[in-house]
């Protein structure tokens, strides 16, 4: 039997075996202990199957499994419905990258283009990759037919004389006896329906592990794929002067206003724009998020203009990069001000958090923009990219988002009296134990929102099932237990 086929049928078996885990562990909400059950099994059944067949996993994507498991890990930990979907994204980031680049082929030398390509090649393999590893890698002409062939098709004789004299025999005996009959039907009484979603619950889990499967270690491996630029298409000093000159000119413009704020004051802004001091704040901060956000494609996709060969656009490039940058970092400390401005006033929300946890990872990514492409190593940006973004997921993880607002909130109540109970009771179930502690030190109106919320989301969860055990509810589930919820209608 050849290596192609043998690792074709560990693969087939290896596949068969999650799908029905994944039929019996997925079915379940909210995520929890299931999708981290599930995405071991996925992974470990990659491993075994790549050591019975003889597959070296060496290169650099393989790492990418440990992270697969160690954000499923996170969705286990954290209730948060935001923050398990990025979770999510996270595992499936790094199982498709990692399909493509765990035998071989290169992370840290490949450009974004290729991140972003790679994970939609990967998902295409994984769509065909079942069909290919029944029609192509097995080669079903290798099996051993002596003693398997033989039996299969004694097994098929049988049934098809035993099943029609069985049928025959079988209508004889229930039409002449009513107690028979009652028994048939009994034994018979399936769920056609429910049976047949099971069946496609595995066969989706199945196909999904297979086209993993064969895609790691069938495909040959390779680099994840770049973009190259045209031999036709360039920019020259004098487009990247006026292209960046006049993005140095605005942006040094807003910088200049913004330090004349800063300087002057409330007073300033409210005798300048006719607006409230929060309401000011809030409208810059999500525009200047946009802002950070849409400079780094600009920057890249004019570096990536530029002829490799040609060093002094490149050296112009560093010049007015490198100060359009060093003033978005001014632009970005504004933004965040206008933030703590208006959290000062209003609180925090979901929003407001996660978007400043965006800037502080595009403030991250700037400063590995000037360490990487501006110093002529741009192939290095798009691993420092991922793992920045992987490392503030981690941080979010750590500084439990729900409970950081609520407690934010709390503070702000204790401050100016002002208190959104609908909210803090719409927070996910890392914050209600939280938000019961702080029960006492509500208005009574309060109180019974809270508590008519509260009684709403334990009624949304159910039963308690293992397979959705999560520590963020569990906390929950033991800190709304002592109190006297109101009957949900």
Same mark, same amino acid.
């Given at each position: 039997?050849?290596?192609?086929?043998?690792?074709?049928?560990? &693969?087939?078996?290896?596949?068969?075996?999650?799908?029905?885990?994944?039929?019996?562990?997925?079915?379940?909400?909210? +995520?929890?202990?299931?999708?981290?059950?599930?995405?071991?099994?996925?992974?470990?059944?990659?491993?075994?199957?790549?050591?019975?067949?003889?597959?070296?996993?060496?290169?650099? %994507?393989?790492?990418?499994? %440990?992270?697969?498991?160690? /954000?499923?890990?996170?969705?286990?930990?954290?209730?948060?419905?935001?923050?398990?979907?990025?979770?999510?994204?996270?595992?499936?980031?790094?199982?498709?990258?990692?399909?493509?680049? !765990?035998?071989?082929?290169?992370?840290? =030398? &490949?450009?974004?283009?290729?991140?972003?390509?790679?994970?939609?090649?990967?998902?295409?393999? =994984?769509?065909? %990759?079942?069909?290919?590893?029944?029609?192509?890698?097995?080669?079903?002409?290798?099996?051993?037919?002596?003693?398997?062939?033989?039996?299969?098709?004694?097994?098929?004789?049988?049934?098809?004389?035993?099943?029609?004299?069985?049928?025959?025999?079988?209508?004889?005996?229930?039409?002449?006896?009513?107690? /028979?009959?009652?028994?048939?039907?009994?034994?018979?009484?399936?769920?056609? %329906?429910?049976?047949?979603? =099971?069946?496609?619950?595995?066969?989706?889990?199945?196909?999904?592990? !297979?086209?993993?499967?064969?895609?790691?270690?069938?495909?040959?491996?390779?680099?994840?794929?770049?973009?190259?630029?045209?031999?036709?298409?360039?920019?020259?000093?004098?487009?990247? @002067?006026?292209?960046?000159?006049?993005?140095?000119?605005?942006?040094?413009?807003?910088?200049?206003?913004?330090?004349?704020?800063?300087?002057?004051?409330?007073?300033?802004?409210? &005798?300048?724009?006719?607006?409230?001091?929060?309401?000011?704040?809030?409208?810059?901060?999500?525009?200047?998020?946009?802002? @950070?956000?849409?400079?780094?494609?600009?920057?890249?996709?004019?570096?990536?203009?530029?002829?490799?060969?040609?060093?002094?656009?490149?050296?112009?490039?560093?010049?007015?990069?490198?100060?359009?940058?060093?003033?978005? /970092?001014?632009?970005?400390?504004?933004?965040?001000?206008?933030?703590?401005?208006?959290?000062?006033?209003?609180?925090?929300?979901?929003?407001?958090?996660?978007?400043?946890?965006?800037?502080?990872?595009?403030?991250?990514?700037?400063?590995?923009?000037?360490?990487?492409?501006?110093?002529?190593?741009?192939?290095?940006?798009?691993?420092?990219?991922?793992?920045?973004? /992987?490392?503030?997921?981690?941080?979010?993880?750590?500084?439990? +988002?729900?409970?950081?607002?609520?407690?934010?909130?709390?503070?702000?109540?204790?401050?100016?009296?002002?208190?959104?109970?609908?909210?803090?009771?719409?927070?996910?179930?890392?914050?209600?134990?939280?938000?019961?502690?702080?029960?006492?030190?509500?208005?009574?109106?309060?109180?019974?929102?809270?508590?008519?919320?509260?009684?709403?989301?334990?009624?949304?969860?159910?039963?308690?099932?293992?397979?959705?055990?999560?520590?963020?509810?569990?906390?929950?589930?033991?800190?709304?237990?002592?109190?006297?919820?109101?009957?949900?209608?």
């Amino acid at each position: 039997m050849s290596d192609s086929t043998r690792t074709g049928l560990l &693969s087939v078996a290896g596949a068969l075996l999650v799908g029905v885990l994944g039929d019996q562990l997925l079915q379940t909400l909210p +995520p929890g202990l299931n999708w981290l059950l599930w995405v071991c099994a996925l992974v470990t059944g990659l491993l075994l199957i790549a050591r019975q067949g003889r597959i070296a996993l060496t290169g650099e %994507g393989r790492w990418l499994l %440990g992270g697969a498991v160690l /954000f499923a890990c996170g969705l286990v930990w954290r209730g948060s419905p935001l923050l398990q979907a990025l979770d999510v994204l996270a595992v499936g980031i790094c199982l498709g990258l990692a399909a493509l680049t !765990a035998r071989g082929g290169s992370l840290t =030398h &490949s450009p974004v283009v290729g991140y972003v390509v790679g994970l939609i090649i990967s998902g295409l393999n =994984h769509l065909i %990759g079942p069909l290919l590893l029944l029609v192509d890698d097995i080669k079903w002409q290798e099996l051993p037919r002596t003693t398997w062939s033989s039996r299969l098709a004694a097994v098929g004789r049988g049934l098809l004389i035993g099943v029609p004299l069985l049928l025959i025999f079988g209508v004889l005996f229930i039409a002449a006896d009513a107690v /028979f009959e009652q028994m048939v039907s009994g034994l018979f009484n399936w769920n056609i %329906g429910r049976l047949v979603g =099971h069946a496609l619950m595995i066969l989706f889990f199945g196909a999904l592990a !297979a086209g993993f499967y064969r895609t790691t270690l069938r495909r040959e491996p390779q680099d994840l794929p770049g973009l190259e630029r045209p031999a036709s298409i360039g920019l020259g000093g004098v487009e990247l @002067s006026i292209v960046l000159g006049l993005l140095n000119l605005l942006f040094l413009a807003f910088v200049l206003v913004q330090i004349r704020y800063l300087f002057g004051g409330a007073d300033l802004v409210l &005798s300048t724009t006719g607006l409230t001091y929060a309401e000011y704040a809030r409208r810059g901060f999500f525009e200047l998020v946009q802002v @950070s956000a849409l400079v780094l494609p600009v920057l890249l996709g004019l570096h990536w203009l530029i002829p490799a060969e040609r060093e002094r656009e490149h050296r112009l490039f560093r010049w007015l990069g490198g100060s359009l940058v060093a003033m978005l /970092f001014l632009i970005m400390g504004s933004a965040l001000q206008r933030m703590f401005l208006y959290q000062q006033e209003y609180g925090l929300t979901e929003l407001r958090l996660y978007t400043t946890a965006f800037m502080g990872w595009m403030a991250l990514l700037f400063a590995w923009f000037l360490w990487t492409v501006l110093r002529g190593h741009r192939e290095r940006f798009a691993i420092g990219a991922m793992v920045s973004g /992987f490392a503030v997921l981690v941080v979010l993880h750590l500084v439990n +988002p729900d409970m950081l607002i609520l407690r934010t909130n709390l503070d702000l109540k204790a401050q100016t009296g002002r208190f959104d109970a609908e909210y803090a009771a719409s927070l996910g179930p890392d914050a209600t134990a939280t938000l019961v502690a702080a029960l006492p030190d509500l208005s009574p109106e309060e109180q019974a929102v809270i508590r008519e919320r509260l009684a709403q989301r334990m009624a949304d969860l159910g039963e308690f099932d293992w397979r959705s055990w999560n520590w963020g509810y569990s906390q929950a589930r033991a800190a709304v237990e002592p109190l006297q919820l109101p009957p949900v209608e």
